[in-house]
């Protein structure tokens, strides 16, 4: 089976690519290096695949249409899944434009194509941003998602709304994977607190804690994640909005304690305002994922942060000493 990867030069589409290839399919993954943080994170993760004979890369954007139809036009593409998009709720309050353009133009101009293509099924990368600034806990699919507190969550809600529309006209298999703060090795250096912390920890510098500490994330392991994805392509499931957490919400306060222990040193803690981009909380229901995927977290935050922190410790200097 042949699976385009959108974004696939990223921290999740490393992951991705890695699975699908241990599995035997073949991967065609496009990414267009965009230096949102340092490129050589990104091609470090292409380069781990370079000898592998079903693994093809190919540098382009998802909203230029002549790349799109290019890739399309090389072999039948089975399945997509569409992880590309500009990440962080507080960069899209600097550039709505951008964010609008690649992260809805970008996803209709790919949904199009696949249609054209006849492809089998698409995989769409939702948030958990989507819920917005609710405290009403845990989240459910069915809950109302019109009040989305960053233009990166609105431009992820319309991606769902515009997948729906797809399905509807086209009956094209589409899931929608609501992703809940993905962490674990090789997580991108900027801008996510696992590998903003262990950086800052290791390198004895004071943490940006936002709010006395209590804000909390239902933090899904890289690996958990991946599985669900893998899931969702095999289902073929007509239309379905499918959160993919832990099913738990951790504090900041108790994220920093678990580093602390995993990295044997004692942070450093600089408290500061709370964005107004920034959720209190989030909290996942995956009695979905259960039912219609077979999905089960077997990860624990403990776990999965030893095995971030190992990863880091062994990463050559330059990545050690990237911006978080």
Known sequence: MKILVTGGAGFI??????????????VLSIDNLDPFYDVRVKEMNIKAFENKPSFVFKKGDIVDKAFINKIFEKGSIDKVVHLAALASPPVSMKYPLNYA?????????LLEVSVQNKVNNFVFASSSSVY???TEIPFRELEDITKPISQYAATKAAGEL?????????????????????YGPNQRPYGMAHQK???????????????????????TYVDDTVSGILLSL????????????NSAAVTLTQLISVIEKALSK????????IPKTEVPITYADIT???SLLGYNPKTSLEEGVEKQVEFFLNAPDWYKNLPA
Do not use: Q, W
Request: glycine content about 8%; some cysteine; hydrophobic content about 35%.
């Open 288 to 290: 979905k994922a259960k």
């Open 13 to 26: 589409g490393y992951h991705l690519t890695k699975a699908l290839l241990d599995r035997g399919d073949e």
């Open 101 to 109: 353009y690649v992260n809805y133009f970008g996803t209709v101009n």
């Open 234 to 245: 095999d289902k073929n499931l007509p239309f379905e909005v499918i959160n993919l957490g």
């Open 266 to 273: 004692k942070a450093i803690i600089n408290n500061l305002p």
């Open 132 to 134: 917005g600034g609710r």
């Open 162 to 182: 515009i997948c729906y529309t797809y399905h509807h006209i086209y009956k094209m298999p589409i899931t929608c994977l609501r992703f809940f703060t993905v």
């Open 197 to 219: 912390f262990i950086k800052l920890v290791y390198a004895n510098k004071p943490l940006p804690v936002y709010g006395d500490g209590s804000m909390a994330r239902d933090y």
